[in-house]
Every structure is written in structure tokens, then in C-alpha cells.
């Protein structure tokens, strides 16, 4: 997370001085001091995060990729004339271990065009999906699949 937050720090200059960089090592470390300090941060975090690096890579691609064809389906749904939709409310169950599964989880599915994660608690979810078509297979969606490789894989 230091490398990132010096990475923006430059990236915003414009420019790369040697004032720029110690200015930024310094910033970077007070901003790195503060979230680990007050947001509950830790440095096991930034290793998480590095050896999970390409799966996380894959799930946001698949996650791009499935954004968009939700948003066919719901343009179909839309201007298609003779076609009325049907809302679902749908509840389902994980078995997700972990809080950042389950969250990105839940946040997955309210960018992904016609559904809305309306309830999270424990691993039961409550999702709205504008019609009934695009809630078959929620629960164990490509979402879920790659969710639960991330936390298998140590």
C-alpha cells in the first residue's frame, strides 16, 4: 500500500525530482502510519494482496467481461418491445469464509447491470434483480467460483 500511495503521489506531480520523491516517501509513509493506525490496516494485508495479485486480476477481467454482458441483456430487456420484465427478489446462501469474499461478492453483483445487492448478513444474500432471467444461477455464479479459488489458494 506504500508503494501505491508513492506511485499516486508521483503519478499527480507530473513530474519525478528528487524533492518530489522524499516529499512522497514522507506523505506516503504518513498516509501508510494513519490507515494502519486508525482503519484497522496491517501489513499481512499488503502480502495478501501481492500473492492473491493474479487471481484478483482474473476475477476484475471476468468481472469486466460480465458487466457488459449484463448490460446487452438489460438493453435487450429494455427496448424489447413485446418483452415485460418480471422482478425477483432472490435469497441465497455462500459458503464464503472470508468478510472480503463476502463483501466483494455483494459488491459484484450490484455493478453487474439488472441486479442489486440489497441485504448481506453472515452468508445469506439478498439481491433484487430487475427480472427473474438474470437471478437463475446467482448462487453459484462464475462470481462465486473464482471467489471461493481466491480463498482456497494460500
Known sequence: MFILFFLVWVIFNGQFTLEIAVFGIVIAGAMYWFICKFLNYKPGYDLFLCKKAPLLIHYLITLIIEILKANGAVFKMIYSAEYEP??????????????FARVLLANSITLTPGTITVSLKDNIYTVHCLDKELAMGIDSSVFVKLLERIERKD
Open 86 to 99: 418480471e422482478p425477483a427478489i432472490v435469497h441465497f446462501q455462500t459458503d464464503l469464509k472470508t468478510t
